[in-house]
């Protein structure tokens, strides 16, 4: 059942390096081609695409802002993200020119469903992204790309999170070598990084114990912030989410840059902020937010990538990530934190797997 470990989400988060490396068994080939068996979308169709919709709830709804960077990038097509109950009441745009994107571990969401259904009845192509094969969304889509993340037990999405990503880049990768828009070399250099991630995802999991000390001189703390800039962001709502959900911790997530425009007034002496600052390309920018906690008296625990040193001294703590190419790094960085959340929780004493007021399924409104 748990296989030794206390909690099923413990043991799910060690699950993720052998879920990523289920996830992409066989989709890479000859070093940077793309196979998605279920996903039987032509060239032609693709260069006819003129907006992604990606629509999904909390964590899936947190791997398609992911999504939305990646497939942006790589396949320059603009990508709205909206969360499906938002989306199916909102009378979006929606035509054949449209592609929509589900994404839901469980394939049982009711406001995904609907989203779905309110895709399809405008005539956009729907591919879904679930872990559950034959689920209500898996059925109901034109084209499917499972995650295969094995059952997620754990109200608290973790290695279902980590597979999301894994399946979106595929499918960004995907649309861009149809359409052109990526190098050759850098699909490759991007495919190689995918598959090194199992072994830095290992990695990490090392980290646990220092994450378990962090955690017990912490977890009386009212209030997080997360911090990050582009990619971080995106991790950044998902750390946050993961630390209310499991140990009831006040939490909120900022892109960096919007400190300035109003949260920046919240942090004092002591408060705890956790800055993401794995994107090099944003690391000046990061740096001066950080200051601005710092200034303030905030507790900074940083995560910074390997090799990258200039946090030393400025910050409280700083963890290191295995170095990685940043337009990859949200698959490695949310594990630490996904860490986090769950000690501070069980120093807490919560009821980890089972959070109060919480389903694993929200198949009702
Ligand atoms: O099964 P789904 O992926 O559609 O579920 C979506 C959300 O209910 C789910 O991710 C929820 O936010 C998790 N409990 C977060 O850990």
Partial sequence: EKSGYEHFMLKEIHEQPNAIKDTLRGRIINDGEIVLDKVKITKDEIDKIEKIFIVACGTAYHAGVVGKYAIEKFARIPVEVDIASEFRYREPIINERTLTIVVSQSGETADTIAALKEAKKHNSRVIAITNVVGSSISREADDVIYTWAGPEIAVASTKAYT???????????????????????????????????????????????????FASNHFNTKDVFYLGRGLDYAVAMEGSLKLKEISYIHSEAYAAGELKHGTLALIENGTLVIALATQEHLFEKMLSNIREVTTRGGYVLAFAMEGNKQLEGIVE????????????????????????????????GCDVDKPRNLAKSVTVE
């Fill in 163 to 213: 597979t999301q990503l894994v399946a979106l880049y595929l499918i960004a990768l995907d649309l861009a070598l149809k359409k052109g828009t990526i190098e050759k070399e850098y699909a490759k250099q991007i495919c190689d990084e995918l598959k090194k991630l199992p072994e830095r995802a290992e990695r990490i999991l090392n980290y646990k114990d220092e994450l378990q000390e």
């Fill in 317 to 348: 703590k700083v963890i290191y990530l295995p170095k990685t190419m940043e337009e990859v790094a949200p698959i490695i960085t949310v594990i630490p934190l996904q860490l986090l959340a769950y000690y501070m929780a069980v120093e807490k």
